[in-house]
């Protein structure tokens, strides 16, 4: 049972906005910035968001995320197919003293 | 460019210990903390627990408590996880992940590609 909690999959046509939620507490999105990882199919994970909504030179704007008290989503436009991939929400949480992950959502491109 | 090399596939028996390795390149070794992540076949990621390469101080997720330590090489650096009393539970790719924080932030912008440590009978 993950900390954050988010759902398993989720799924868009090519050109689609999608959307995917992140849930915490005041412990860790609550008070904290939150941070978004991208695996693709056997490749380790990639920072795709960090610090709520910075990204990392080269990820594109199409890309976003919004936060609101304990939970934030990721909104991915013009959907693509080379979006089709696991991604994970994490953030530090206070209580716990470390780094505390979702369980990650499987991104499916129709 | 910054990078980490990790160690390659290791195969053990339950109650072994393992010894992962984690080099980096392209940027100062002790400028940024050291993060361990582990992620069985199919499951998500499990953060383990960080460490600071110029301090040597390190945080463990209470699940790793008594059978983890990171440790470090400064003068080669390379970051170190030794995972003992190994059971089946704990057949996963194992990554090492630069971590960069501070008071409300804390992320990993750099990961190495993964070490399989398989644990077997």
């Known amino acids: 049972q993950s900390v954050l909690t988010q759902p398993p999959s989720a799924s868009g046509t090519p050109g689609q906005r999608v959307t995917i939620s992140c849930s915490g507490n005041?412990?860790?999105?609550?008070?904290?910035?939150v941070n978004w990882y991208q695996q693709l199919p056997r490749t380790a994970p990639k920072l795709l968001i960090y610090?709520?909504?910075q990204r990392p030179s080269g990820v594109p704007d199409r890309f976003s995320v919004s936060k609101s008290g304990t939970s934030a989503s990721l909104a991915i436009s013009g959907l693509q197919s080379e979006d089709e991939a696991d991604y994970y929400c994490?953030?530090?949480?206070?209580?716990?003293?470390?780094?505390?992950f979702g369980g990650g959502t499987k991104l499916t491109v129709l | 460019q910054v990078q980490l090399v990790q160690s390659g596939a290791e195969v053990k028996k339950p109650g072994a210990s393992v010894k992962v390795s984690c080099k980096a390149s392209?940027?100062?070794?002790?400028?940024?903390?050291i993060n361990w992540v582990r992620q069985a076949t199919g499951q998500g990621l499990e953060w383990m627990g960080w460490?600071?390469?110029?301090?040597?101080?390190?945080g463990y997720a209470q699940k790793f408590q008594g059978r983890v330590t990171m440790t470090k090489n400064a003068s080669i650096s390379t970051a170190y996880m030794e995972l003992t009393s190994l059971r089946s539970e704990d057949t996963a790719v194992y990554y090492c992940?630069?971590?960069?924080?501070?008071?409300?932030?804390?992320?990993?912008?750099?990961w190495g590609k993964g070490t399989t440590v398989a644990v077997s009978s």
């Open positions: 460490m600071n390469p110029n301090s040597g101080n390190t």
């Open positions: 992940a630069r971590g960069i924080g501070g008071s409300y932030y804390y992320y990993m912008d750099v």
């Open positions: 392209g940027y100062t070794f002790t400028s940024y903390d």
């Open positions: 610090s709520d909504n």
């Open positions: 994490a953030a530090w949480d206070d209580s716990m003293n470390g780094v505390v």
């Open positions: 005041s412990s860790n999105i609550g008070s904290n910035t």
